[in-house]
């Protein structure tokens, strides 16, 4: 089956700790997205890649850091810098500016 | 600045009522436009994708229209059931800017037995 996988569903991360988080597509898609989604915040964007060893920064990266070395896989790095990281975070891809996004099921990371 | 607003924030109706859903955007140079659905702890599930050349698109109960000139696209869904209780979220990819989807903060949806 073609999609978008993101692992692991939930993710805990003590104070001061780096953690990554995966994302994989197997859609072929050139473009890849990372989202942050809060309770009343809507989805604001992180990074987002359109081709591989490139990526911009979104409306709120800092605190975080991807990379993209495979067409595949766009992980993204929780990093200590990030000082409030307990939200959903989403992953997406598309192949381009006219074709349909299709996102993941989410990792949802808590700060303990 | 690309913003995109959904009005309402929340709206409770009957089941088999037909409902609109409404969705804004500032401007109106855009590639797309897409209408998604988010269960509560869930991804987002794609639900229809209008092209800027494109008045409507069409699935099942669902109908998505699309008004570039005003900014704006409406979600219609038919005969409404429990089952199309969720949030809907519409995102469109701006012309000539960095291609990003931006999104607006959707209608949360309940449809009552």
């Known amino acids: 089956d073609g999609g978008i996988t993101q692992s692991p569903k939930y993710l805990f991360r003590k104070e001061g700790q780096n953690v990554t988080l995966s994302c994989e597509q197997n859609?072929?898609?050139?473009?890849m997205y990372w989202y942050r989604q809060d309770p009343g915040q809507g989805l604001r964007l992180i990074y987002y890649s359109q081709i591989v060893n490139d990526f911009q920064k979104g409306d709120i990266a800092e605190g975080y850091s991807v990379s993209r070395e495979k067409k595949e896989s766009f992980p993204l790095t929780v990093t200590s810098a990030q000082k409030n990281p307990t939200a959903f975070y989403l992953c997406?891809?598309?192949?381009?500016?006219?074709?349909?996004?299709?996102f993941g099921q989410g990792t949802r990371l808590t700060v303990v | 600045k690309q913003e995109v607003t959904q009005i309402p924030a929340a709206l409770s109706v009957p089941e088999g009522e037909n409902l609109v859903l409404n969705c804004s955007f500032t401007?109106?140079?855009?590639?797309?436009l897409q209408w998604f659905r988010q269960d509560p702890g869930k991804g987002l599930t794609s639900l229809l994708l209008?092209?800027?050349?494109?008045r409507e698109q069409t699935s099942g109960r669902l109908n998505a229209s699309l008004d570039k000139s005003s900014g704006r696209s409406t979600l219609y869904i038919a005969a409404s059931q429990p089952g199309d209780s969720a949030t809907y979220l519409c995102?469109?990819?701006?012309?000539?800017?960095?291609?990003?989807?931006?999104f607006g903060k959707g209608t949360k949806l309940t449809v009552n037995p």
């Open positions: 997406a891809s598309n192949g381009g500016t006219n074709t349909e996004a299709f």
């Open positions: 401007d109106s140079a855009i590639y797309n």
């Open positions: 995102a469109v990819i701006r012309q000539g800017g960095s291609e990003k989807l931006v």
């Open positions: 859609l072929n898609h050139d473009a």
């Open positions: 209008i092209q800027s050349s494109q």
